[in-house]
């Protein structure tokens, strides 16, 4: 028969646990310090690097998007906040501010043609028309960070991905996995018919029919029924060409 530990066992075991958990903790606190010191010292070395490179970080698209990374690697936003040291070093804060108000006002402009929904492809391109005079060039980078500062303005304002291509939606309206599947669809030729949709995914004529009416009544399709084949076309403008209204419209 085993003999049960006394009092003094007991008391020896609960102060070895106090010992381990205190030497846990002090471990931890210790790891914590050296990376807030680690952290810290990165901090200070890209704040020295952002002031060797801001020339760089302000005109060059590539460059930019690379200070970027290396500031989300180390947890600096320098998109945050209009005011402090970044903006006052970089300015890059209005300058995302500014690329917000003409993505807004793009959207704005196309939303009659496209219903909302527009490609990052041509929308990255109408505001490259639009600030021909500007110091700095932009990329789909650019782009992307200032759509997700709009985020502010409520539901609407975000990209989706659709098949290759990456859609900007300015409109609160809810696409479900029917209507991404004929937008990719779409992309092939800028239009779909009933039994291209049918022939495509197996789907009975009234699901196809229903798909596509709910794209017509979101403002998001346009009908041709012009053809001497006698059947319905129904246009995407969001994955097609915008050169028809890249122009006057803007």
Partial sequence: MRRRPGIGGLQNAAAARDQYRLLGENVAKLRTDVLTEQL???RSQLEDFARKHKNDIRKNP???????EMCAKVGVDP??????????????????????????????????????LISLEDLCRLLGQRRKGAREAISEDDCLRAISKLKVLGNGFEV????????????????????????????GQGFVTVDEVQKRFSWSSGRATDA???????????????HRDGRRRYWFPCVSSVSSYAGDTL
């Fill in 40 to 42: 810290s010292t990165f």
């Fill in 62 to 68: 590539a460059f930019r998007a690379q200070f970027h």
């Fill in 79 to 116: 998109l945050a906040s209009n005011k402090g040291f970044w903006a006052e070093l970089l300015g890059i804060g209005d300058f995302y501010y500014e690329l917000g108000v003409q993505i807004v006002d793009i959207c704005l402009a196309t939303r009659p043609h496209n219903g909302g």
């Fill in 160 to 187: 989706i991905s659709v098949g290759k291509k990456k859609l900007v939606r300015s409109v609160p309206t809810e696409l479900n996995k029917d209507h991404n599947e004929i937008l990719e669809l779409a992309q």
């Fill in 212 to 226: 596509l009416e709910t794209l017509l009544e979101e403002g998001l399709a346009m009908i041709d029924d012009g």
